[in-house]
């Protein structure tokens, strides 16, 4: 099955500098990669989502990068605010896998200084 | 628009006992979800279901039960419950497949066993 490995576990920069999370996956064949933020007693959000014919993809501060050689992912986020501090979640879904086929990564806890 | 509301938010139960955990969303969804999320472990699927009537195994199934008798409603059922299973449970629906269309997440039931 798929493996997420998910990096760093918690990170911490200061108001207005960049934050960059990084995921890889181990099966070749994956081909959706979504991000998730979550909100101290909240359930996980949608926040980007990248396709694998599609190498990078931008929302406003935040942006998506895929490297399906390397079989890595990384969620970047610019001009970092306040309430970017969440939990964000990196997930991946083998081709082929209906309703049970996305895995998650163990999440990133992000926290914003000010 | 509620989206996906979980009840109730929070349970303490004793080892051994019983309770089921309700899972209602107002989108006209096909596909549900139960999920846990324990710390460092990111979140592991318990159950879902295609559409109504219909339910399947997730990663960890093992001390679940699940029932989709209506396609709004997804409930999950401990019928003994043991302290392994102390975690936060997320409920999330999907109007396709997870590589075609985004989870939606409620708030989570924290629920612990003594």
């Known amino acids: 099955g798929e493996n997420v490995e998910q990096h760093p576990s918690t990170l911490s920069v200061q108001e207005g500098d960049s934050a960059v999370i990084k995921c890889t996956y181990s099966?070749?064949?994956?081909?959706?990669f979504p991000w998730y933020k979550q909100e101290l007693g909240k359930g996980p959000q949608l926040i980007i989502d990248?396709?694998?014919?599609?190498g990078e993809k931008k929302d406003q501060r935040i942006a998506v990068t895929l490297n399906k050689t390397a079989k890595h992912f990384s969620l970047h986020i610019t001009e970092t605010q306040p309430e970017d501090s969440a939990v964000y979640f990196c997930?991946?879904?083998?081709?082929?896998?209906?309703?049970?086929?996305?895995?998650f990564g163990k999440g990133t806890h992000l926290i914003i200084q000010p | 628009n509620a989206g996906v509301t979980q009840t109730p938010k929070f349970r303490v139960l004793k080892t051994g006992q019983s309770m089921t955990l309700l899972c209602a969303q107002d989108?006209?969804?096909?596909?549900m979800y139960w999920y846990r999320q324990d710390p460092g472990m990111g979140l592991r699927l318990i159950h879902y279901?295609?559409?109504?009537?219909?339910?399947a195994k997730g990663e960890v199934p093992d001390g679940y039960n699940v029932s989709r008798l209506k396609k709004q409603n997804f409930l999950l059922g401990l019928e003994s419950a043991a302290p392994s299973q102390t975690s936060v449970y997320f409920c999330?629906?999907?109007?396709?497949?997870?590589?075609?269309?985004?989870?939606?997440f409620g708030d989570g039931t924290r629920l612990s066993i003594l």
């Open positions: 997930a991946a879904i083998f081709q082929g896998g209906g309703a049970d086929g996305l895995t």
């Open positions: 999330a629906s999907s109007s396709g497949t997870v590589s075609n269309q985004p989870q939606h």
């Open positions: 099966d070749s064949a994956s081909n959706y």
């Open positions: 279901s295609v559409g109504e009537g219909t339910t």
């Open positions: 990248i396709r694998s014919n599609v």
């Open positions: 989108m006209n969804h096909e596909y």
